[in-house]
């Protein structure tokens, strides 16, 4: 267990990296912007209804589940109200879009896997633990997708993905390492940690990658789309069972 964050730091980068890899293959293609990322939210709402709502709810509770939601929808709006607070500057009106977004999804995410990291670091070893990690790795797909798709468009490169893959993966270790040295166990206040993360992470999909997919297509398309990758998830759920 002495080297739980390191395996949970591993995972976190090797989702976040796959998907950055996918979105610099992707980057290319700006007709599918739409259908990148109502896919990437479609996934990630996916695999938050089907698997971490549940084990939540199975670990604090409903109640817990209402406050944690609430008050993590707060932490977003705060975030949200910092990055309107920044100006970024490109030398063009759809990269700033682009800046922003990106930015925005990161910091989010390096939120959301904190109290993610703290759960893992009591759970590693367990049969929730082995689920943890699987859906660790999963949702880092997409989000590095949606992270990195409109970092790359904007023109930036290799120094990026490193950087923000570091970003996004030390919260994870540093929260696995803390859950292990003081042994944070109660099981409603992992669920509560879990729920912050599930409020911040949500917000993300729905209001920043789903709308972005919405300005570049219709609701409609986004709509069919998501539900696809909703689809997705439900699938690989029955048959990793």
Not at 10 to 18: D, K, P, R, W
Not at 75 to 93: G, P, R
Not at 189 to 209: D, G, Q, R, T, W
Request: glycine residues 12%; contains cysteine; hydrophobic residues 55%.
């Amino acid at each position: 267990m002495a080297t739980s964050w390191l395996i949970g730091a591993f995972v976190s980068a090797l989702g976040i990296s796959v998907g950055g890899g996918l979105a610099w293959v992707l980057k290319g293609f700006q007709r599918g912007f739409g259908f990148i990322f109502s896919l990437c939210a479609g996934l990630i709402v996916g695999l938050l209804f089907l698997e971490m709502i549940p084990e939540s709810i199975e670990l604090g509770g409903w109640l817990n589940l209402a406050v944690g939601i609430a008050i993590g929808l707060l932490l977003f709006h705060y975030i949200h109200q910092l990055m309107d607070k920044i100006t970024i500057i490109t030398d063009s009106h759809q990269k700033d879009i682009f800046v922003r977004s990106g930015v925005l999804l990161t910091f989010s995410i390096a939120v959301h896997n904190f109290p993610v990291g703290i759960s893992l670091g009591q759970t590693l070893g367990t049969e929730i633990g082995g689920i943890m990690l699987t859906t660790l790795l999963l949702h880092n797909v997409p989000e590095g997708i949606i992270v990195f798709t409109p970092l790359f468009l904007a023109g930036f490169g290799i120094l990026t993905y490193v950087f923000i893959t570091t970003i996004i993966t030390l919260p994870i270790a540093l929260g696995t390492l803390l859950g292990q040295l003081f042994n944070i166990g109660f099981p409603s206040l992992l669920a509560f940690m879990i729920n912050l993360s599930i409020a911040i992470i949500f917000m993300v999909a729905v209001k920043e990658i789903f709308g972005e997919a919405v300005r570049n297509s219709t609701l409609l398309y986004s709509s069919v789309i998501g539900l696809f990758g909703v689809g997705i998830i439900y699938l690989y759920m029955n048959l990793s069972l």
